[in-house]
């Protein structure tokens, strides 16, 4: 079955530092993933997504960035963190015509 | 682009009592609709999903959701409320063209069951 490994559960940074989420993919190849963040009080908003190596698509302008350096693997970074990037995490994928999703980081910056 | 806006942020109810989240979506034409829900401490789980058919769509736990397509509405029933029911719910619908296809969430509704 497909999978989604998200590390850590939780995170808590200083304003200022690197920020770098990583999702792995299992039990699927080629699949399309995503990034979410659910602000406090908002919904699960798509920041970005890729439908292979290499490619991604920016949904709102923002002070992040992804990678997808292997077909199984998405990355999320930050040079430097501002207070408003605190939120949940959470990589999502479609594969085999399902959605799963990880369980998600919750990232607090202070 | 497709929005989608869930009307209720956060519900509360007691336990046996029956549950209706509202979920609207912005724009017509064919719509692949999922209703997820998140409990505490756990992953994203898909309840249910329409994508054509019987309006009504049965999912896990003992909820449905009908699909209206004249109010462009997918809201979430279940008759008798659990206090295991007590998680967050989304509301999404599929947007984009195949092959480059995401899904688009409402803000999400936090359900408390009180025993």
């Known amino acids: 079955s497909q999978t989604i490994h998200q590390w850590p559960a939780t995170l808590v940074q200083p304003v200022g530092s690197p920020l770098s989420l990583e999702c792995t993919v299992e039990g699927t190849s080629n699949p399309n993933l995503y990034w979410y963040r659910q602000a406090a009080g908002r919904g699960l908003q798509l920041l970005f997504y890729s439908v292979g190596i290499g490619q991604i698509s920016s949904e709102v302008p923002q002070n992040l960035s992804a990678s997808r350096p292997q077909d199984r693997q998405f990355i999320l970074s930050s040079k430097k963190l501002l207070l408003s990037d605190s939120g949940f995490y959470l990589c999502?994928?479609?594969?085999?015509?399902?959605?799963?999703f990880g369980p998600g980081t919750r990232l607090t910056v202070l | 682009a497709q929005s989608v806006s869930q009307h209720n942020h956060h519900v509360i109810l007691s336990e046996a009592a029956s549950l209706e989240l509202g979920c609207n979506y912005s724009y017509g034409g064919t719509v692949n609709l999922f209703w997820y829900v998140q409990y505490p401490g756990q992953h994203l789980q898909l309840l249910l999903k329409y994508f054509s058919g019987d309006p009504l769509v049965k999912g896990i736990k003992g909820f449905e959701a009908e699909f209206i397509k004249s109010k462009f509405s997918f809201n979430l029933r279940k008759p008798s409320v659990q206090w295991s029911d007590t998680a967050e719910y989304f509301c999404?619908?599929?947007?984009?063209?195949?092959?480059?296809?995401?899904?688009?969430f409402g803000q999400g509704t936090r359900l408390t069951i009180n025993p």
């Open positions: 999502g994928g479609t594969g085999q015509n399902e959605q799963f």
């Open positions: 999404a619908v599929l947007d984009g063209i195949q092959g480059a296809q995401k899904l688009v």
